[in-house]
């Protein structure tokens, strides 16, 4: 890991674990948890939020913005845009946008599931997005996906899945060290509560609710440590 790194930290704001489960313990319980973590770090955050939630939640929406994080889109519905057409795409961004927009100024954009079609990008600058980080390094053949700039927009790629982050140290710190600025690590704030009990892969249950939030926290010391800035992602430029 060279000097002079940029880290994201990205939080996923959608219900719980979809499609296993339906209730938002995470937004209601989780994003809280999140929000004092990030006071208490001194770091900014992108919460990608879905229209869905902003809707049933414009409370903590406003929480997340007050607090001086950046506020991203998330699609609608959370329903993945690789089983969309054009329209039904087009249809989801706007009516996200829209409900968001409400909120705050949205610019960023991360497609539920990391499935985002390459054709739907002028979607985005249709829509006055500038960045998207629809694409996961961790994903099998997307290693060496690289920053880029598509049809005006900075396509920035996530950097690695969360179960990862919440092994223990040893591992997630030889992790951490091996991947390239910018960092863009993704959560979900259903993590951040107890789901150890819930009808979920054991991956998606390991060490969530407390243990999840002590993990986050010595990954950002773990940043910190190596001189990192923590930047929210509208702010990275791709070259």
């Known amino acids: 890991m060279q000097a002079g790194i940029s880290v994201c930290v990205t939080i996923d704001m959608e219900h719980d674990c979809p499609p296993f489960l339906s209730s938002y313990r995470g937004v209601e319980g989780g994003t809280p948890r999140l929000l004092r973590l990030f006071a208490e770090e001194g770091v900014p955050a992108t919460f990608f939020t879905t229209g869905d939630v902003c809707r049933r939640y414009p409370q903590v929406v406003d929480s997340i913005v007050s607090a001086g994080h950046e506020l991203g889109c998330h699609g609608d519905t959370h329903k993945r845009f690789g089983r969309m057409d054009e329209s039904e795409a087009r249809r989801e961004i706007e009516s996200s946008s829209h409900v968001l927009r409400q909120h705050s100024d949205v610019v960023s954009f991360r497609a ?122 509208r702010e990275i430029v791709v070259q």
């Not at 390094?137 to 790629?157: A, E, M, N, T, W």
């Not at 040893?170 to 951040?192: A, D, M, Q, T, Y």
Request: hydrophobic share 35%.
């Open 112 to 233: 539920p599931n990391l499935d985002f079609p390459d054709p739907f990008v002028r979607l985005l600058r249709d829509n006055a997005y500038q960045v998207d980080s629809s694409r996961g390094r961790h994903k099998l053949g997307s290693y060496f996906v690289k920053p880029s700039i598509q049809d005006g927009i900075r396509r920035i790629p996530a950097s690695i899945s969360p179960s990862p982050l919440r092994t223990p140290r040893v591992i997630r710190n030889v992790l951490c060290g091996l991947l390239e600025s910018p960092v863009v690590p993704f959560f979900h704030p259903w993590e951040f509560v107890d789901m150890t009990k819930e009808p979920l892969r054991f991956d998606n249950r390991l060490r969530t609710g407390e243990p999840a939030v002590q993990c986050l926290r010595e990954t950002i010391r773990f940043f910190k440590d190596r001189g990192a800035q923590f930047r929210r992602i």
